[in-house]
């Protein structure tokens, strides 16, 4: 299937909405206006603290877990799996998501997210989002879902949502 030029009946298996996907609360409808009527997803993958370029490719490898062709594994999560973000909510203020991928390189961001200073939650049209006041859903590599406040410590160089973004920066977290 070719997804640049889907023809008039583009498959059905990419509209079927999947309940799963989706978080209870988010008002965006089942197919995605905003991505090509698609079945939207709720969440998006950890690209990481790079910034997704837009309607550029995205670079071959990010330091996130997912990101086309990715084959991130637990053995390359060096910061380790409670500190790594593996995916997140993604609502309505950044143009939700769909749940089967990307569209094409230039559109990765169909899919992931990215967790640049420029993207912060809530903010931008590559950022992690939620409907939820003033925060969003986390799953953690280790398993874990954690609420974490937008006002959470960004910055150009590593506050602690770009750290928590990034699998193997070494960096040290604190609180948070």
């Known amino acids: ?23 209870p609360s988010d008002p965006m409808a089942d197919l995605n206006p905003l991505r090509g009527n698609w079945a939207t997803s709720s969440y998006s993958g950890n690209a990481g603290d790079e910034r997704l370029p ?16 990715s084959s991130i594994g637990f ?3 060096l910061d380790g799996t409670s500190n790594t973000f593996l995916v997140g909510e993604r609502g ?7 749940w089967f ?7 990765e961001n169909d899919a992931i ?3 640049s200073h420029h993207s912060q ?4 049209i590559t950022s992690f ?4 006041s003033k925060g969003v859903h986390f799953l953690m590599c280790d398993g874990r879902v954690t609420f974490l406040s937008e006002k959470l410590e960004s910055k150009l160089e590593l506050g602690i949502y770009q750290k928590l973004a990034n699998r193997n920066d070494g960096q040290p977290l604190g609180n948070f």
């Not at 837009?54 to 062709?69: E, F, Q, V, Y």
């Open 1 to 23: 299937m070719n997804f640049h030029e889907p023809g008039k009946n583009p498959a059905k298996l990419l509209k079927t909405i999947l309940p799963v996907y989706r978080c």
């Open 54 to 69: 837009g309607s550029l490719d995205t670079p071959a490898k990010m330091n996130g877990i997912m990101w086309r062709n």
């Open 75 to 77: 053995r390359d999560i």
């Open 92 to 98: 309505l203020s950044s143009a939700s998501g769909i």
């Open 101 to 107: 991928g990307v569209t094409k390189n230039q559109n």
């Open 113 to 115: 997210s990215d967790c």
């Open 121 to 124: 939650m809530n903010r931008s």
């Open 129 to 132: 989002s939620s409907h939820h």
